[in-house]
């Protein structure tokens, strides 16, 4: 069984009653209930969804996303997109929260909540047409690259180049070179200070029935 995120947050859901989805599979099945205690463990940790698949799909869908929209693809975005708001003259702070902020804090909670289809429906007409128009062309200049990324993970090259690299004598002090280096960069400092700087006080709760909380459809 694969819990569909981080072992932070698969606590931090089972504890707050919100769960979260997972995938299951059985290979080899003695006793006959193999997919009946797959099935139980997954409802034991919150998962009021869990989907089949194999231990190949899975290991192979698993390590693509992380290389991909997960955490690779998603950094590498992140950074392109602030990079050239800076060379353009925008300050670290409106890079910043015009690349991270506004996705983390609520554009993407918005589509975790109702899909990305609601968010093209439920957006400025600029936010709609412009990325209505520009999505295909996001599409096309990644495609070449996850074609690459999933033929690497499906023939094993990747594993064989992580444990090559991770194997290396002196892979620790690269290691925390590469981490001290995305922490150190203009970028994140931004980020933390950004973060610093959010109300702490806990959220209220909204009425249901509030006016404009119900994107168009809903008001």
Known sequence: MAPKGSGLNVRRNFLSGAGINSSFAVHQDYTGNAEERCMALGI???????????????????????????????????????????KNGHSPSE?????????????????????????????????????????????????????????AVKNKDEAKRVLKVC????????????????????????GAASRSLRPKGKAKEIAKGTKGIGGRAGN
């Open 167 to 190: 194997g290396a004598k002196n892979y620790k002090e690269r290691l925390d070179k590469e981490l001290q280096a995305i922490h150190d960069s203009e970028m994140w400092q931004a």
């Open 44 to 86: 034991g940790i919150g998962s009021g969804y869990l989907f089949p698949t194999t231990f190949e799909k899975e290991v192979t869908s698993d390590l693509v996303g992380e290389r991909g929209i997960l955490m690779g693809a998603l950094a590498g975005v992140m950074e392109a997109q602030y990079d050239v708001l800076r």
């Open 95 to 151: 890079a910043f929260n015009e690349t991270v902020e506004e996705l983390t804090q609520s554009l993407i909670r918005l589509v975790d909540e109702n899909g990305m289809d609601w968010m093209f429906g439920n957006c400025s007409a600029t936010a709609q047409r412009g990325a209505l128009d520009w999505a295909p062309k996001f599409k096309k200049a990644t495609m070449p690259v996850f074609k690459d990324l999933y033929k």
